[in-house]
């Protein structure tokens, strides 16, 4: 996966746009079966809500990765629920990423 | 998998230039006549009645709109500059003004309608006596079985429902602030909130439905209130609304003593009346909060005459709304757009508002636009990142349907052409007259956009100031940058304006450096003139007048007159798989004016090496440009942080600038600062590369890179 954050991403209020990258993390926080997957999207999550506006960018392709990352895990696994429920999230994520302009899609 | 392709295009663009003309001068498109010919404000004269020559008195048209208990003896009161207090003297209740005067003159009228998400769900329509009997009664449960009074803060974590409007307006009816917090948030942010503003009750809901599921939201308020006790802020009651009667939707257990359902308490009130109280115009009506803040969380307090009035006045010209409109903002009431034009400026008007429950695309893209035929809604507001979801989404939708939008909105962020074109054409079916709006939650209301009968939609722009609201462009010496010259810079507004907020809930000190010092000409003035807003976004000003708005002036690295975005280059670095944080900071430098220095560190198990720098390199060269290649990239095993894990950008832009670093004993890592200085000043010294001494202004800009 190449995610990058926009270089179009701009700013005026765009509060919204932390509030929806936050419901999208804590879906990837309900999707993820491990303990550290778990903290690590917590900590994406605290970020969105916390950091500046203009680094959510970086919050989202950090996401995408670890979404990525959970894909892949389960498909080794051979957990197919698993992986329905977290590349739904991927996917979700990806969309908003490129809408909200936090994300180019080339 | 997902799969996202290197760009290309205009996410690399980085230079002002560049950005005046991606988005290239479009064409005037005029607003269509049947709009005009309804339209509250389409004599011209209006421009007059509001030019500065009648600067502040102009803005008692907009106070004239409200039922004010008692006169206000001053328009605008500078004494204490930037704190500009409006209307003072005047006394009113935002609660009654909202609901009563129009319960009293159109009982039967719908005040909101409700959207669950669930198609298969009624819609609840709740006329405006309804809507008074409510809040009333919910005014009631506040004061005399919570012990709420005027002046106390209550924190609300709610979903988009009917019973958050009911809830702000019955605080609104006692005089208590309410602070809503955006429902979708994690408990901990809206216990950081709680702690801040000194709230003492949680009001919040059991569950709400998002795509089709219910949400446990109740388990939120116990996380909630441990992040506030870990703060010192106790909570003593936590009411809780009920999604569906007599269920309860959440898994967590109710806490004895503390935790009450809404209903229940409700039961005790049924026909309670409560008197509206009376409030000084400049008392505060609500807080709201501004996420992106690592430090203290920044609320901005509301005031309630001013911010009224000018919710009220901008909902009727720039909104278009009369009572008999049935207007939908699609925004959360958990932001600025949603308390001010769902909640408070629509009903203020006494027209009906809808208030939909769900994400735009459930059950599929056609969801809003089957809402607005069902209903008959006439004025459409949203924001571009939905347009452009829904766009994606579905493009064809919006014409299987057979509604009929007059006026539409966009807010909280530039909206390219060609979306502008879509929303117009297809979701407006042409039909429309179209705001592009933009304002900040610290605003109240609208600071930039046309005046939809009167002056012409021009895709990309935002328009000139809204009416009474003096913009301004200047750079960064303070020099006003002239209309038409092209040249970007910061826009400001030089004057106040009813809506602006009254300062930062507790931090008046912050207010003032955030807002106003960067261009105040005189700290000791109390004329307005000498006081300038500063809004933090940067923008273009065409000669018609028209602005467009680029993006935020702060974390911005200006290497040879490009505005290279810190986030950008941060972001590219954490492209490379080996890296674990990243911080680009601008170091002086003769010829190209700063260039950038990035620091990264490595996550577990991988070593520095030359190898891992060029790497480094190489990802901000290809995904950004060459302009933005970092003269040297410090590999660093942590970066100094505060404690919540903030990177302290301004220390390592010290360090590269061989510059004091300043106080650094509050980091969660002190230690590590003169690690790094080590290093990174004994590597430039090594190779000639060590800046020259900095300029007093050189030294202040990174003293104060990084921002808070």
Sequence with gaps: ?106 | MTEIKQPQGPGVQTSEAQIAVHWREEEYIPPPPKFVEQANAKDPAIFDRFSEEHFPDCFKEYADLLVWDEPWHTTLDTSKPPFWKWFVGGKLNASYNCVDRHAEATPDKTAIVFVPELESDEHEKISYSELQRRVNEFAAVLRDSVGLKTGDRVTLHMPMVPELAVTMLACARLGVIHSQVFGGFSGIACGHRIADSGSRVLITMDGYYRSGQMQDHKAKADEALEAARQEGQEVDKVLVWRRRDGQYASKTPMADGRDFFVDELLSEHRGATVEPVSMPAEAPLFLMYTSGTTGRPKGCVHSTGGYLAYVAGTSKYYQDIHPDDVYWCMADIGWITGHSYIVYGPLALGTTTVIYEGVPNYPDGGRPWRIAETLGVNIFHTSPTAIRMLRKVSPEEPKKYDYHFKHMTTVGEPIEPEVWRWYHSEVGKGEAAIVDTWWQTENGGFLGSTLPALQPMKPGSCGPGVLGVYPVIYDEDANEVSAGSGKAGNICIRNPWPGIFQGIWGQPDRFVATYYRKYNKDPDSTDWHDWPYFAGDGAVQAADGYFRILGRVDDVINVAGHRLGTKEIESAALTVPEVAEAGAVPVIDDIRGRVVEVYVSLKPGFEPSEALEQKVSAAIDTQIGKIARPKNVWIVPDMPKTRSGKIMRRVIASISNFADVGDVTTLANPEIVESIRHYVQSSKVAKDDVPRELSETEFEEIKKFGGE
Aim: aromatic letters at 6%; charged letters at 20%.
């Design chain 1, 1 to 106: 996966m190449a995610a990058r954050a926009s270089g179009l991403a701009m700013e005026m209020t765009r509060q919204y746009l932390a509030g929806e990258l936050s419901v999208l993390l804590a879906h990837l926080q309900a999707a993820a079966n491990t303990e550290a997957a778990w903290r690590d999207a917590w900590s994406l999550r605290h970020a969105a809500e916390t950091e500046p506006i203009s680094a959510l960018g970086w919050v989202t392709v950090r996401a995408l990765a670890l979404a990525d990352d959970l894909c892949w895990d389960s498909l080794n696994r051979g957990d197919t629920a698993a992986f329905t429920c977290q590349a739904a999230v991927c996917d979700e994520l990806r969309e908003f990423g490129v809408c909200a302009g936090l994300l180019d899609e080339a």
